[in-house]
């Protein structure tokens, strides 16, 4: 074992002044104070939130990094296989919040902080949100790296470090504008690798040559070299010591490229372009969301991101001396969407060309080590690479891609030799003009398993897009894994109170490890004390939105009004243009009815959030409608309480944790069979909200398991979105016709300048509503009746949130990550100390 590699004295020695941390109040409070006062050189006279904020996160980083040592350890010790999960995003959000509940220690920090004359809570807000990621993709990316910690399974997360995240928004004037979001100035949470480092190169050429044994040797070389640094993250497990490993790969010049010759000359500004090319690399996170862009600086990313990971991955697995052909045993590779698909590529061009392997030996250890995660089945955002600018930048990579699409497109031959559209239909190469690459077919063809995120959108997959490759390769490559949320961050960390209510009655935590114990909840739902209690909280979650609400827009809002939230990426496809015509739709029928009326009425608060893509102008306008409607909607005197709009700043993920907790009912109303599955659904039920959606993603399996009574479903289904589009473009269907209403007041300029939003009216008119807005806007609106009923019933509603909340066990990330390890990865977990 590595152990005896050392002589035992000297072991000894180590061990005597190994590294150890607190473990009560005292001992924390001596590191905090220790930390403010030398690693940051501050003073008791000369201290405020940050620095006791930071002093805390550098104790605490402290002691995650000795339980990582441990678990490191403890992985190479045991010697199984590991899994490795690349993603191009992992939206982390706040850590130190985070780390302390998953090590139980919270309570004594609160009070050490408190102590010295801090709040917890004001040190938590002094974090910057990692993110380094888009939507929910990459949040998911973060919910599964919590989850197989928290399982202990011996797992690695691949990423980029981007020194900017996903931008922050800002609304000026009604309408969005991005920020840069620089949140490295200090970052507690990494560790610099300077050790770990790898050149990664691009463009050049390919040199063919035979040797003596009549065999080919492809070489590439001569192209730009780029260095990867490593950044390593600890990510803590909840109730165990395990704490995994998130590598983030920084780009600099490398040692070799960077040109001391053209400093010293004089040359100074080519020598800092030269720099600054090479830091370009992971300089930002690009922030499109399903969409796909096709730019050279894109590729780039991914080719840097994944050569520097799986030359790690190599190294690790070439330590153990092992055969080659072992290497799927003891390594399982996930591929977050088709982002990392260059991974099957630069494998084989590993064990192809610099290990020697032969094709087919190779092809075997490639298809049997990699899993690929489809996340969409948008057309748009199905990811396609221009050919020549591939050959480019990685020439000898697209040498590889063209074997591998020659040798799958014979076997296809071979199987089914009257079909010749078919070689066409699934070739990796798309004969439009310039060629371009298909990644997704790539990934299926170099995979082992393919997923889906939810039932759904795993059933639309094999029958429309990969529909073909199911043919090829028989149903069982397919596969569904629903996707699941972390319980620690979603409940446990978002809603204290709420979770703290479920322990008193379960009699512990325990239902944080195993969700499924939730169920034991339901025999409570009837009984008056508990519901009292639980919709107390859900006030005061209310009240402390109503707050952020008041301090941040100006606007009051009543806490016990209906909250109504939708916070998401801005798409057509999610339809916040439906969610706000529906708005416009109430307040016109508030303005008509009689003061008697109005006060039946249930006031409501409709709160939307969310970032649209730069380039995504339709989305931006979506804001602009949003804002619009607000600013007359609030101010009319006729309408007082009874409705309010609001548009939060700045969604993230820190902000999805205090909104999660703060709805009666929140909107999932995507165009069936859009939505791949949705994961805030889950976090809002979880929290004691209803849901109004769409049959579509995750909403199908939410009302299986919680029950048709407690969601409220309309619209039409996936499987007559095509006829219903087809029947716009040809038939001419008539505009539903109080959607009509809503555009002639629009129209009319009632929310200010209506050319403003000509391109949202256009879209459901000329543009033939591809999202089918208004097919589906009668039965959104009578829905939303049926919600204002349920509301008024407050005994009712508080039933169907407390069995709601018991029955969404399934949903725990923690079931998707061993569903993953058990079906596709084969991966076991390793216990640490
Ligand atoms: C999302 N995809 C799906 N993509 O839209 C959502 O239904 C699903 O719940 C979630 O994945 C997790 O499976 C998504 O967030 C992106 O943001 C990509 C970022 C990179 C460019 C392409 C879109």
């Known amino acids: 074992s590595f152990e005896s590699s050392v002589p035992e004295p000297l072991r000894n020695l180590w061990k005597k002044f190994a590294a150890t941390n607190f473990s009560n109040k005292e001992q924390f409070q001596k590191e905090v104070v220790h930390h403010v006062e030398t690693t940051l050189a501050r003073s008791l006279y000369n201290c405020d939130d940050l620095a006791v904020y930071s002093g805390a996160a550098l104790a605490m980083r402290d002691k995650l990094i000795i339980d990582w040592n441990k678990t490191q350890q403890a992985h190479t010790l045991a010697d199984q296989k590991r899994v490795y999960y690349l993603s191009l995003e992992f939206l982390m959000g706040r850590t130190l919040d985070n780390a302390l509940l998953n090590r139980d220690i919270k309570g004594y920090a609160a009070e050490g902080v408190s102590e010295l004359g801090f709040r917890m809570e004001d040190l938590i807000e002094q974090e910057h949100d990692a993110a380094l990621g888009n939507g929910g993709l990459g949040r998911l990316a973060a919910c599964f790296l919590d989850s197989l910690a928290s399982l202990s399974y011996p797992a690695w997360g691949y990423g980029l470090r981007y020194r900017y995240g996903i931008f922050k928004q800002e609304i000026i004037d009604g309408y969005q504008v991005e920020v840069p979001d620089y949140w490295l100035d200090f970052n507690p949470w990494e560790f610099p690798r300077h050790d770990i480092t790898v050149d990664i190169m691009f463009y050049g050429y390919v040199r063919r040559y035979t040797e003596e044994d009549g065999s080919t040797v492809n070489i590439w070389e001569g192209g730009e070299v780029v260095q990867a640094l490593a950044y390593d993250v600890p990510i803590p497990g909840y109730g165990t010591s395990t704490t995994n490993n998130l590598r983030l790969w920084s780009s600099k010049p490398s040692t070799g490229e960077f040109d001391f010759q053209k400093f010293n000359s004089g040359d100074y500004e080519s020598s800092v372009r030269d720099q600054q090319r090479a830091e370009t690399i992971s300089a930002v996170l690009y922030p499109n969301d399903n969409i796909d ?385 949705g994961t805030s659904n889950m976090k809002f039920v979880l929290n004691g909200g209803l849901i109004i959606g769409t049959c579509d993603g995750a909403n199908i399996e939410i009302t299986r398991e919680i029950g048709e009574e407690r969601i409220f479903l309309f619209g039409n289904l996936a499987e007559d979105v095509e006829d219903l589009r087809h029947a716009h473009r040809y038939g001419k269907t008539p505009m539903d016709p109080s959607l009509k209403e809503v555009c002639d007041e629009i129209q009319k300029g009632t929310f200010g300048e209506p050319g403003v939003f000509a391109g949202l009216i256009h879209a459901l008119t000329e543009g033939g509503d591809y999202y089918l807005v208004s097919d589906d806007f009668a039965s959104y609106l009578s829905t939303h009746k049926l919600v204002d009923e349920a509301f008024k019933d407050t005994a009712a509603w508080a039933h169907n949130t407390i069995v709601a909340v018991s029955r969404m066990g399934f949903f725990t990330s923690d079931r998707a990550i061993n569903e993953y390890a058990d079906e596709i990865w084969n991966i076991d977990p390793v216990k640490v100390d």
């Not at 298809?367 to 930048?393: C, D, I, R």
């Not at 939730?518 to 107390?536: C, H, I, P, V, Y």
């Not at 100006?554 to 109504?564: E, K, M, T, W, Y």
């Open 293 to 677: 862009v096709g730019k050279e600086l894109r590729l780039k990313q991914q080719y840097f991101w994944v050569a520097a990971s799986l030359y790690d991955i190599v190294r690790r697995f070439k330590k153990s001396h092992r055969a080659w052909t072992e290497f799927p045993h003891q390594v399982a590779i996930q591929l977050n969407d088709t982002h990392p698909t260059l991974a099957i590529v630069e494998l084989m061009r590993i064990l192809v060309d610099k290990e020697h392997l032969d094709w087919d030996t190779a092809w075997n250890i490639v298809t049997e080590t990699f899993g690929y995660t489809n996340h969409t089945v948008l057309p748009e955002a199905l990811e396609k690479w221009s050919v020549p600018l591939f050959q480019n930048l990685l020439p000898r990579h697209l040498q590889i891609i063209y074997d591998i699409n020659l040798f799958f497109l014979q076997s296809v031959e071979r199987r089914f030799p009257k079909d010749r559209e078919l070689l066409g239909r699934v070739s990796i190469i798309e004969e439009s003009n310039p060629q371009v690459i298909r990644m997704a077919y790539l990934a299926i063809i170099g995979s082992k398993k393919v997923n889906g995120v939810a039932e759904l959108h795993s059933d639309l997959i094999k029958t429309t897009i990969f529909k073909d490759f199911v043919n090829i390769f028989g149903p069982d490559k397919f596969t569904n894994v629903t996707n699941g949320v972390t319980p620690r961050r979603w409940l446990h960390q978002a809603n204290p109170q709420l979770s703290a209510l479920i322990k008193e009655k379960l009699g512990s935590y325990d239902f944080l490890k195993d969700l499924s114990l939730l169920s034991g909840l339901e025999k409570f739902a009837d009984d008056k004390t508990f519901q009292k209690e639980w919709m107390d909280i859900k006030l005061r979650n209310k009240q402390r939105l109503a707050k952020y609400i008041k301090d941040t827009t100006g606007i009051s809002v009543n806490p016990s009004a209906l909250f109504d939230i939708q916070v998401k990426r801005i798409h057509e496809y999610k339809r916040q243009q439906m969610n706000i015509f529906g708005v416009i739709s109430r307040y016109l029928s508030l303005k008509a009815m009689t003061k008697e009326e109005r006060a039946k009425q249930v006031p409501r608060v409709s709160i939307f959030g969310g970032k649209a893509a730069p380039g995504y102008w339709m989305a931006k306008t979506i804001i602009r409608l949003i804002t619009a409607v607000s600013e007359v909607v609030n101010n009319d005197a006729d309408i007082g309480d009874l409705l309010k709009v609001v548009f939060i700043e700045d969604y993230n993920v820190s902000k999805a944790e205090f909104l999660c907790p703060a709805s009666d009912l929140s909107e999932h109303i995507s165009t069936a069979g859009t939505e791949a599955s």
